[in-house]
């Protein structure tokens, strides 16, 4: 022990680790929650951000005021860079540059996933994804400046290029994305301008394997399909992307000229295993025991995107839900484990699928129940404004979306960074 009080180090205040540290309000520990960002982001909604319908203080809460009532807890702007096994230590990167180490009795490791280009990381100079409050702030600049040059420039073909939109990878996010940028051209930007019809921006989304929405539902996939295909998307499957760079992407050695292209195809673990020289799967992340230890660091919990552990005979899914469980299974072992008991192995409760495709139309799948249309659309709104952390985000994004839908307007149409061309990647 670290003297005293079972010291209980958290890294990262996402879903997982937030989760396990508000668990442990009331056990007889320390908890010291670590994050390199002073907030925690309500990732889900991050793409509405970035098509302006909301802005980026609603889906953020600042991590102090989160536990701020927590009286055992305490909060360290910091960047993990490395654990010491043998002293059971974290090393830590304040923002001013000095190092810090954080000695631990618990240590849980939540710190999330980081995209991959799969090989070619220099495609992210061009279609940067949307991970951050700044990806999403500066993807926002970027869409809003493209209809205001489309507005001044003489030249079609480079018009039509500024009015073009591509999302790479057709998840949840591509698929929510390629709505709402939709819904922005065609209904709320469409009576704003005097020299181009915002309506004729073309949005296309990409998608490399057979169909849309691949955790989804058959059924379901293709009715988000067909109601993209109603909002004027341009879904093409099949389509593997060649080449990215600052005038557009190459697929099946067709060139899409475009000013803008974001990435939505995939996600790598943060460098955890190294830190462990412990096992991992095919995609990097951390092979954890069934109670969610570190196989051999039995004081060393996994959860979230970095862990991998098979149900089923199935991997889990890297999801909100699966973090937000395993952040609570993680505090009831610390507790059981001060208290002399066995730790039990993790179950996750599969609560389902769910994604909104523009407005009054998601899609959800939960068990037995497969839903499409508004009542899923309903349903998605309620379960996202009740998992947002602080009341006052609650009631921020519900006027907001409250505004949007009978108006049609969307208050955060602002462009933050440098006025003029979209700043494309390398530029000075």
Sequence with gaps: MTGGTPRVVVVGAGFGGLAAARALRRAPVEVVLVDRANHHLFTPLLYQVATAYLAPGDIASPIRQIVRDQANARVLLAEAEGIDLATREVRLRLPGGASRHEPFDFLVLATGVQSSYFGHDEWARFAPALKTL???????????????????????ERRDELLTFVLVGAGPTGVEMAGALAELSRETLARDFRRIDPRRARVILLEAGERILPGFDGRLARRAAARLAAMGVEVRCRAKVESIDAHGVVVGGERLAAATVAWAAGVSPSPLATWLAAPTDHAGRVRVAPDLTVPGHGEIFVVGDVASLDQDGRPLPGVAQVALQQGRHVARAIVARLAGRGLSPFRYRDLGNMAVVGRNFALLESRRLRLDGYLAWLAWALVHLESLALFSNRLAVFTRWAWQYFTGQRGSRLILGRPGRPERPGSD
């Design 134 to 156: 700044q990806d999403a702030t500066a993807l926002r600049d970027r869409v809003l400046a493209a209809f205001e040059l489309a507005e001044v420039e003489e030249r079609r």
